[in-house]
DNA sequence: CGGGGGCGTGAGAACGCTCTCACGGCCGTG
DNA sequence: CACGGCCGTGAGAGCGTTCTCACGCCCCCG
């Protein structure tokens, strides 16, 4: 084709080691940054590496240090949402970054369907990473179990539902909510609001769980028409407001378990003639970019993404080293962004 | 620990072998599915795989056969708005599914700058991976001409904007626009504006393309206060239009080359006392899920995203299988969707 | 009844790397 | 001057597969 010649395949070690006139074992030190190699030797290796422009084959490596220097994040979510969930992409900007210092590859793996989770399930045991981090929103995967009955290293991004034996890391929603419903308090609102999450997701229960606490510790008394079950959409949001405001008129405040559903409440209360906050106030949760652009801007529940995810890789490669001891779990602390809304 | 042993590392070929009381040769037969194994032989060996639940370790098997059965999708984008892209979402779903059929696993790789970039070329050069489809909405990576050199199968996501040999697939961008166009022009409109999409994406290039070969033939002169650029964000699309009505509120229709900026324009034109499509028309691009909720629902151009993924897979494994004669590229015909606002 | 052609099987050599081990050479010490 | 130790190096044995051969066996046909 061009003047250059094209190979085939890649050189291999030992071709590097013929034209450095040096060993495949001396080789193989220089490319691993070993200190027993005199300089001579090295720097006659990285000419010959350079000159056949080699790179090691990560299978022949792999095969023998029974590590692939790979992480998955595995998402096994049914639906595409996923992606558009500005969570999601700080997430995996996140662990980036935590593995930006090492050489370590992140990989992503979607699996929408029980086949498709079959497939990441076996491309997970037959060793193409050396852990995974699941991010499942929704309960009930075989995935987990599987891959902790094949001792693969696993850190669950978010609390699971049920008490199973896995290291997870998860914000502290709980925490988060009551924090929101308490400043709404503090604020003098009488009658507070929460659309909440959906119940099959932990995030969704533990937000109205604290919104609960918050309004108990308060000495406020229960009561179950003040909340509408939202489905973390801002769609969602708007319609689970106008049945809120169709049970409770007289509300002066609203806790919603995510930024999208309060874009979506907001409108909603726009419509009707209510002013925010002064007629009521909204507090959302997850500090979503659209939390910024909202008008009014957004008062809402911040996670710390850069700290979750700095855990989470903690955690798994204490699990890959094998120094981990026992399960972990992290709760991560949330915190109150005070903005216009309420 | 709990009644099970656990053994530390995977069961192999051979272990496998001693159980069933066959050679290795036979396992690994078995295995891969060999025609040329007895009944008798065949069954042990499934009851020693069940019984040890063996997997074959593929770094092994890659080693040999020189190949891994992984495909990676890399998102090569500097801001983290790709994941939100309702487009993207759908290329993800659309691989995977014409992936579903086979036993090729697809990853996906984010490098979201330089060092990002280098990290996954890395990744994919050490042998990782069969071959890559690139999906690189702006221009100018290194990696596409990294990956080409290293001779790795190599498919782009998009008509890259120099004439590199390389192999893609895109959508009839021109074609769509152009359809779009003629369609406000058979509808009688007269002073049609464009919202474009930014200059440094070839999609946004192609679709004002279609839109400027459009009127041309139907003998409109260019009028360069009729194009404002936007940035494919319903944010940009407002903006752009409130541009528009200012340099040119005699408008009868508008061409906008996403639906996120078109749903923009709608807000506008809305706010400004314009009807749609009475007043002005509206067509959008890509028909993407917001076109259908919006109020009107959007006419718009729709990619057909299943038969791209499909071919990109296509000529990606006839890539990997050497069977591919050349560089080949492929344009898939765009259709517009009629809907109410234009 | 003998020979050829499958067909099922197993032995063993790769694949490209790491890692242990042993071996010279040089230093410093007694 | 002799000897122990360390340092740079190379030989060679794996790692868990696949794949090529060669080898019996049985069956069919002449």
């Known amino acids: 084709m061009t003047g250059t010649s094209t190979r085939v395949s890649s050189p291999t070690l030992d071709e590097v080691a013929v034209l450095a006139g040096v060993s495949r074992a001396t080789v193989s030190r220089v490319v691993n940054d070993s200190p027993r190699v005199s300089p001579e030797a090295r720097e006659a290796v990285r000419a010959a590496v350079a000159a056949l422009s080699y790179v090691p ?77 699941l991010m499942s929103l929704h309960s009930h995967d075989v995935l987990p179990d599987e891959l902790i009955a094949a001792g693969m290293p696993l850190v669950l991004c978010g609390r699971p539902l049920d008490d199973r034996p896995v290291a997870w890391v998860d914000a502290d929603n709980c925490g988060g909510a009551r924090l929101a419903t308490e400043h709404l308090l503090a604020d003098g609102r009488r009658t507070i609001a929460s659309i909440s999450g959906p119940r099959d997701m932990v995030a969704g229960l533990d937000r109205l769980a604290g919104y609960r606490a918050a309004l108990s510790d308060a000495g406020h008394e229960a009561d179950p028409r003040l909340v509408v079950e939202g489905d973390f959409t801002e769609g969602g949001g708007a319609r689970a407001m106008e049945e809120l405001l ?69 955690l798994l490669l204490a ?22 809304s309420a």
């Open 57 to 133: 084959n990560r299978m022949a490596r792999s095969l023998v240090t029974r590590r692939t220097d790979t992480i998955a994040l595995v998402l096994s979510e049914p639906d595409a949402r996923i992606f558009s969930d500005p969570f999601f992409a700080s997430i995996v900007r996140g662990l980036n970054g935590a593995l930006a210092s090492t050489d370590i590859n992140l990989v992503l793996l979607t699996a929408r369907d029980e086949r498709e989770q079959e497939k990441a399930g076996r491309f997970v045991r037959q060793g193409h990473v050396d852990g995974v981090i």
């Open 246 to 314: 169709d049970r409770a008129p007289e509300l002066d405040a609203v806790f919603v378990a995510s930024d999208p559903m309060a874009v979506g409440a907001l409108r909603v209360l726009h419509a009707a003639g209510r002013s925010v906050p002064g007629d009521v106030a909204v507090v959302g949760f997850d500090d979503a970019p659209v939390a910024l652009r909202s008008d009014p801007p957004l008062t809402t529940v911040t996670q710390p993404l850069e700290e979750m995810t700095q855990v989470m890789i903690e």
């Open 319 to 340: 699990q890959v080293d094998r120094t981990a001891d026992g399960v972990q779990t992290r709760v991560c602390p949330t915190r109150l962004v005070r903005r216009a």
